[in-house]
């Protein structure tokens, strides 16, 4: 089955800077990549996702990259802000399965 | 904006009691998900529904986990008994389809305390 690895566990940014998440993934069916983003004491909330014919989506500051032949994919925060310090899970899922699979998430801290 | 209804938000209960969580999906969807998130790690699926059919439960412990969507809609989680290692966050999520790219919609999850 599907298998995601996710890094780095915990990541410092100053406020500002730019954030990096990456994400591999394992099975080279898989089609569907989502990012949640989870605050404390909430549940997870989808943030942006990328299907496997598109190489690259943004939305304002979030942008997503996959690389389908290296099987990774990636979340980039630009001129990131306090509200982005957060639990940012990336997951994949594959044609006609109905499981996402998580990666077991980046603890995000922006520094003032 | 619609949301996934969970209740209740926080239970505290002692080991061997018995303990329920409650979901009631966005209206309309007819996939809904149990999931367990243990602190520090992320969300791990227990059951799948599709209305009322139970489409996954292979990672349900169904020694002491049960789990009912009796008319498709609203669904209850259930721990009987309960144990140390249960102690969790437990997430019902909801889809429009049954296919799993087209992303979830998570409620806000129980924190089950285990004492």
């Known amino acids: 089955g599907e298998n995601v690895e996710q890094h780095p566990s915990t990541l410092s940014v100053q406020e500002g800077d730019s954030a990096v998440i990456k994400c591999t993934y394992s099975?080279?069916?898989?089609?569907?990549f989502p990012w949640y983003k989870q605050e404390l004491g909430k549940g997870p909330q989808l943030i942006i996702d990328?299907?496997?014919?598109?190489g690259e989506k943004k939305d304002q500051r979030i942008a997503v990259t996959l690389n389908k032949t290296a099987k990774h994919f990636s979340l980039h925060i630009t001129e990131t802000q306090p509200e982005d310090s957060a639990v940012y899970f990336c997951?994949?899922?594959?044609?006609?399965?109905?499981?996402?699979?998580f990666g077991k998430g980046t603890r995000l801290h922006i520094l003032p | 904006e619609a949301e996934v209804a969970q209740s209740p938000r926080y239970k505290i209960t002692e080991k061997s009691q018995a303990v329920a969580f409650w979901c009631d999906p966005i209206?309309?969807?007819?996939?809904l998900y149990w999931y367990r998130q243990i602190l520090g790690q992320g969300p791990e699926l227990l059951v799948q529904?599709?209305?009322?059919?139970?489409?996954?439960d292979s990672q349900l412990p169904k020694d002491r986990f049960s789990a009912e969507r009796l008319k498709g809609v609203d669904s209850t989680l259930k721990i009987q008994p309960a144990e140390l290692g249960d102690s969790a966050m437990y997430l019902c999520?909801?889809?429009?389809?049954?296919?799993?790219?087209?992303?979830?919609?998570f409620g806000s999850g129980t924190r089950l305390t285990v004492v």
């Open positions: 990328i299907r496997s014919n598109v």
């Open positions: 099975d080279s069916a898989s089609n569907y």
């Open positions: 999520a909801s889809s429009l389809l049954s296919s799993g790219d087209y992303g979830y919609t």
């Open positions: 209206s309309g969807h007819a996939t």
């Open positions: 529904f599709q209305d009322e059919s139970v489409v996954d």
């Open positions: 997951a994949a899922t594959s044609p006609g399965d109905d499981k996402i699979i």
